[in-house]
């Protein structure tokens, strides 16, 4: 089974801190035209019979297209590839950029998962990342989402913001547990290059105060019922995002769309980051590596999930045993072991980065 990944490259306005691929554009008829440029990217695909079972509609923000042309897209993906009857199908939105009509819509285009960035409970908070939504929106939001009949919903948390102490985070995360999401994600706010972020100056918490918040928020989110599956996501029970597992535990997807990465019959590839020629059905792939090392990617990805790695089946994948004594010898404040079972303790996630570079 693959995963599909449809990246919407538009945004209403740009938040001062994203780097993400997307482009101010609230115009239908483009909407229009890079819908019928994903069907002709799609088609390429569409002798391999492949099979789907998860759809996640990401970007940018999706949501600032209209039901009917997420119909027209759902219904030339489904056309053109086989899409199980439980397929996950989820759709990014913007708190500001939906209604109850809207969701509807989209639920009975059978999207069937929401994932809404609302960051924060706090206004000025959401006013200093330039968001589009105040809190009160984002009540609404989700209330509507699950009277158009979504039960499997997601929110994003930010932490680590300007100013932000230990009593604001708790608040946050009280407020987005109190809307019933079964999924959060949470992200620890990053000054990327060549944002407006990074010309601001900005006094952010230090790394003693960031790493105290995030296990504050984790211990907290596991008091609540979430279960802490990846470095950045917490889940009820059986909620678990099934599309980005597939990233985590290295398994293959196609991605459509400006800007959008494949992992697809053994290799990776992404499409250019130039709309126009998209729009133009202009051939913009890259390959990234043809011969991936199996082992070293499967360790790499999967060290971000709770359960970690099987130690078997990354020796099967060419592994070297060395890397794994290595990984023993750091000692269990940052590592467990649990049988053939290896992965990274809550501080381990912390610093993960750090580790995967000491190892490979
Ligand atoms: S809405 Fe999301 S994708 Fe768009 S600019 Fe803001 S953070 Fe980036």
Not at 67 to 93: P, S
Not at 105 to 122: D, L, T, V, W
């Amino acid at each position: 089974m693959t995963g599909l990944y449809i990246h919407i490259p538009f945004c209403k306005r740009k938040c001062p801190y994203c780097d993400f691929y997307s482009v101010v554009e609230n115009d239908d008829t483009i909407f229009h035209r890079y819908v019928n440029a994903l069907l002709l990217e799609a088609d390429k695909y569409k002798d391999k019979r492949i099979e789907i079972d998860t759809v996640y509609l990401g970007g940018g923000t999706p949501s600032l297209m209209d039901e009917k042309l997420i119909l027209t897209l759902l219904t030339g993906i489904n056309e053109r590839y086989k899409v199980c009857d439980n397929a996950e199908i989820t759709i990014e939105a913007n708190p500001s950029s939906v209604d109850f009509n809207k969701l509807s819509g989209y639920r009975k285009a059978g999207i069937n998962r929401i994932s809404f960035g609302i960051q924060s409970s706090c206004d000025r908070e959401l006013q200093a990342l330039g968001r589009l939504h105040n809190f009160d929106e984002a009540k609404k939001a989700v209330f509507s989402a699950r009277q158009a009949g979504f039960e499997n919903i997601s929110a994003d948390i930010m932490i680590a913001l300007m100013g932000q102490t230990k009593s604001d985070v708790k608040k946050s995360v009280e407020d987005i547990v109190e809307l019933g999401t079964t999924h959060i994600s949470s992200y620890i706010l990053k000054v990327e290059d060549n944002t407006p972020y990074a010309e601001m100056n900005l006094t952010l918490p230090d790394d003693d105060d960031t790493a105290e918040m995030y296990l504050y928020m984790s211990d907290m989110l596991k008091g609540f019922g979430y279960r802490h599956y990846e470095i950045s996501n917490f889940s009820k029970p059986g909620y678990e995002s099934r599309h980005n597992l597939k990233y985590w535990r290295a398994e293959e997807y196609i991605g459509l769309g400006v800007s959008a990465h494949s992992y697809f019959n053994g290799s990776r590839y992404y499409n250019k980051k130039d709309l126009a020629a998209y729009l133009s059905g202009e051939s913009v792939k890259v390959i990234e590596e043809k011969n991936i090392n199996k082992s070293e990617e499967y360790l790499m990805l999967s060290l971000r999930l709770s359960e970690g790695i099987s130690t078997n089946k990354y020796m099967s994948l060419g592994g070297n045993a060395e890397i794994l004594d290595k990984a023993r010898e750091i000692g269990n404040r940052f590592i467990k072991i649990n049988g053939e079972r290896l992965s990274l303790t809550e501080e381990g996630f912390l610093v993960s980065n750090e580790i995967i570079s000491r190892l490979l």
